[in-house]
């Protein structure tokens, strides 16, 4: 069972270029999520899906689309990238959003490492 | 303004020297408290969920507790493989759309 898996693992980019982040979840899970971690700030969020055929800004979208291909895949997509986009990017799934119960536990990704020179 | 804060940043143990992580939040409509713990170069990876005041949860050496402001990690005789990040989120919000708030996390480093 491989949870979340994201690619790239590494990326460097030059500023201007664009690229997408793939996800996949193996868990048949409803809702998926794109987040960034920079030092001394924490995880934050950028888009979400709570459901497929649905997204939604999280705290730090601009700059980043997405697309919910279909409920396994949650894709993000850096249209012109910027050196403020370095970051660790994690992607992440849950059985549901926002409910009680363990079905709100969210599972991450191993994350993907982006450079923007 | 809805915040998790999490103390120490850092925190330093020798072998089997117990000790606790804290973190404090001040959110509206708290819909349950999480625990990560997040290796260099890995993804969070869940340890606990906490969804009541009162409520404890352990694992191995660790055991989580939650009050209606704060939630403990207490870690007892923690060993070297310990050592990592351990961070906190809070899920707050009403009907479909709650979210997770990240603290900041505490880097725990425990020596032989």
């Known amino acids: 069972n491989a949870g979340v898996t994201q690619t790239p693992k590494f990326q460097v980019l030059k500023t201007g270029q664009s690229m997408t982040l793939q996800c996949a979840q193996d868990m048949n899970h409803n809702s998926m999520y794109w987040y960034r971690q920079d030092p001394g700030m924490g995880l934050r969020l950028i888009y979400y899906?709570?459901?497929?055929?649905?997204?939604d800004k999280g705290e730090v979208p601009n700059g980043y689309n997405v697309s919910r291909l279909n409920k396994r895949e949650f894709s993000l997509r850096l249209e012109s990238a910027a050196p403020s986009q370095t970051s660790v990017y994690f992607c992440?799934?849950?059985?549901?959003?926002?409910?009680?119960?363990?079905?709100?536990?969210?599972?991450f990704g191993e994350g993907s490492w982006l450079t923007v020179v | 303004e809805d915040q998790v804060t999490q103390s120490p940043e850092a925190l330093r143990l020798q072998e089997g020297e117990s000790s606790s992580l804290n973190c404090s939040y001040t959110v509206s409509g708290l819909r349950g408290l999480f625990w990560y713990r997040q290796d260099p170069g890995k993804g969070p990876e869940f340890l606990f969920t906490?969804?009541?005041a009162g409520e404890e949860k352990e694992k191995e050496r660790l055991k989580a507790t939650l009050t209606k402001k704060e939630s403990f990690l207490h870690i007892t005789a923690p060993k070297p493989e310990d050592s990592a990040t351990y961070l906190c989120?809070?899920?707050?919000?009403?009907?479909?759309?709650?979210?997770?708030?990240f603290g900041q996390g505490t880097t725990l480093q425990v020596k032989p």
């Open positions: 899906s709570a459901s497929e055929g649905t997204t």
């Open positions: 992440a799934s849950s059985r549901h959003m926002g409910q009680g119960g363990s079905g709100n536990t969210i599972y």
């Open positions: 989120a809070v899920l707050h919000g009403s009907g479909n759309t709650g979210k997770l708030i």
């Open positions: 906490l969804y009541s």
